[in-house]
């Protein structure tokens, strides 16, 4: 067989074998998954997280559900906890473990976005992090510090669907996505839902907000290693207009922006989009008011980062998100 016979062949059996496990994993999401009072256990758990490739061993056997699938124990939890005694760029560390809702989102295992965990089944990110990407190739992982250390297997999730907004690339408006793991995700001191904001009408203007991410800690430079927190104050959408260079058109209702105009230094960047805006409470947890969307480069003066204002979609959420146990107490 001469090479372009080969290779011919070669292409046919990569799309054969990417449009069955595209269908292997629709027929799990849509089927496999409802009984078993809602959480049946019978879907082929055993991606393979090391590579990302060998796929659906074990497919359709009956098997037990692990005792984190029970839905009781799962929504007898706490949001918006922190762990701390307690960039980005400019801002820094994080301390191990201090934000347990972060989610990194891996594309054919490569990093490029982050997540919030808000119950046992959904992530919350940025429409931006799923459009136009096959979503059977996007890896999630929980529970990690130092993405870099490949010593520490990190708790993964694959997405069985993708639940997106009307996202359009032309205005970055409503830049806001679902996804829905594979499986549950076990709840621990290292993995903790994060919380939603209660009062729909809530503008944050002024709080002190804190965005956490793996990005890039300047404009064109790489992704970090380790997590990063960078705090940054809401501005009203009045002042993000009037005191930078963005437009009306630019900043629409459903975004917000936080950062220090005519100051800069500080802000989220390339990598940290799809990850959360989070602000504290009264009561000490914390809730997630914005999810990290776009801006006019990083850290600059006139440009602060813009966010996708998550008071907007509440309603979305609950609704789309509702076969996953969110935290009770
Ligand atoms: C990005 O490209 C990106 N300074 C994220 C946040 C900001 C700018 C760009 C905000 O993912």
């Given amino acids: 067989m001469n090479v372009k016979y080969q290779i011919i062949l070669c292409i046919i059996l990569i799309t054969f074998c990417i449009t069955s496990l595209s269908a292997e994993r629709n027929k799990i999401g849509k089927g496999k998954f409802e009984a078993y009072n809602g959480y049946r ?28 699938d029970t839905p009781a124990s799962a929504c007898s939890c ?14 820094n560390t994080a301390m191990i ?29 940025a ?42 690339y032309s205005n970055f408006d409503n ?37 956490t991410g793996w990005g890039t800690v300047r404009e064109d430079g790489k992704p970090s290693c380790v997590l990063r927190e960078v705090d940054v104050p809401v501005i009203s959408n009045q ?10 058109k630019m900043i629409t209702d459903n975004m917000m922006c936080a950062g220090y105009p005519g100051v800069g230094q500080k802000d989220s960047c390339q990598g940290d989009s799809g990850g959360p805006l989070i602000v504290e409470r009264s009561d000490k947890r914390y809730e997630i008011m914005g999810i990290v969307s776009w801006g006019n480069g990083c850290a600059r003066p006139s440009f602060p980062g813009v966010y996708t204002r998550v008071t907007r979609y509440l309603d979305w959420i609950h609704e789309n998100a509702k076969d996953g146990c969110f935290c009770n107490k």
């Fill in 175 to 211: 830049d806001m996505a679902l996804l829905r793991l594979n499986d549950r995700v076990p709840i621990t001191d290292h993995i903790r839902p994060i919380c939603l904001p209660s009062n729909k009408a809530e503008t944050y203007v002024g709080k002190s907000g804190v965005a």
């Fill in 97 to 125: 473990n201090s934000y347990p809702w972060m989610a990194r989102l891996s594309y054919f295992n490569r990093f490029y976005c982050g997540g919030s965990l808000i119950n046992d089944r959904y992530v919350l990110t």
């Fill in 41 to 68: 256990y019978t879907e082929a758990k055993s991606l393979d997280d090391a590579n990302g490739m060998k796929l659906f061993l074990n497919r359709n056997r009956e098997r037990k559900p692990p005792a984190h």
């Fill in 78 to 91: 706490k949001c918006g906890e922190r762990n701390d005694e307690s960039r980005i760029v400019g801002g």
């Fill in 127 to 168: 429409a931006h992090c799923v459009k136009g990407f096959m979503w059977f190739m996007i890896k999630v992982t929980f529970g990690e510090h130092d993405r870099c250390d490949d010593s520490i297997r990190p708790e993964t999730r694959f997405v069985l669907r993708a639940i997106s907004q009307k996202f359009s």
């Fill in 239 to 248: 002042d993000c207009i009037a005191k930078t260079n963005y437009t009306a």
